[in-house]
């Protein structure tokens, strides 16, 4: 049973790129939650998707923007890239209804130069 | 959003140890999970336990719903138990805490 599966695993950028990370979510799954990690912190919640719609936004900007695809999975795209973008991001899947709590990928390290 | 804070922030105990890790949060919420995040950064589950009790092995939880807080056991600590434990908790989405980073010495 495959777990969350992130891609990749890591990335180094140029403050003013853009970036594409990626997400399969587990078996089962169908609710796609993206977060972001800065380091000595704990996740800080960007969106959810299901059913291809953002569901859920948390405080973060325009330039973090999503898609989810038919088949569950999902990227996270940020635009003009910062500095301060540096940080891991995590996918998490579950399902929309139901119990079970969260499943986290290991993480796409991004790294803004 | 939801407030959840953990404690201690740090731990240190000696291989052998018990210990208990404490979350507290400011809101109802009918999700609740501990993490433990490796150095590598995956969050791994550990408990989905928005009340009662649980216990798997070494470690179990507790959450008291009503009263807002969550904790989680570890016994006979080892040094691979060392790491950030992470609380999260929310309804449709998740809060995370701080964390609290225990290093066990053997």
């Known amino acids: 049973d495959a777990g969350v599966t992130q891609s990749p695993t890591h990335l180094i950028k140029t403050r003013g790129q853009q970036v594409t990370l990626r997400c399969s979510p587990k078996s089962g799954h169908d609710t796609v939650s993206w977060y972001q990690q800065a380091l000595g912190q704990g996740p800080q919640f960007i969106f959810q998707y299901y059913e291809e719609e953002e569901r859920q936004r948390g405080n973060f900007p325009d330039r973090f923007s999503g898609h989810q695809f038919p088949n569950y999975s999902s990227e996270l795209n940020v635009n003009a890239l910062l500095l301060g973008d540096s940080a891991l991001y995590l996918c998490?899947?579950?399902?929309?209804?139901?119990?079970?709590?969260?499943?986290f990928g290991s993480g796409t390290r991004l790294t803004v130069v | 959003g939801i407030q959840v804070e953990q404690s201690p922030p740090d731990l240190i105990l000696q291989e052998g140890a018990n210990s208990t890790l404490r979350c507290n949060f400011s809101?109802?919420?009918?999700?609740l999970q501990w993490f433990h995040q490796n150095p590598w950064g995956q969050l791994i589950n550990l408990f989905y336990i928005p009340s009662g009790t649980k216990q798997n092995g070494r470690l179990s939880a507790t959450t008291v719903a009503t009263e807002r807080y969550s904790l989680l056991y570890i016994s006979s600590s080892q040094t691979t138990d060392s790491g950030v434990y992470f609380c999260a908790v929310g309804t449709d989405k998740f809060y995370f805490g701080s964390g609290t980073k225990l290093n066990v010495k053997p």
């Open positions: 809101d109802s919420v009918n999700n």
């Open positions: 998490a899947s579950s399902r929309w209804t139901g119990s079970g709590g969260y499943t």
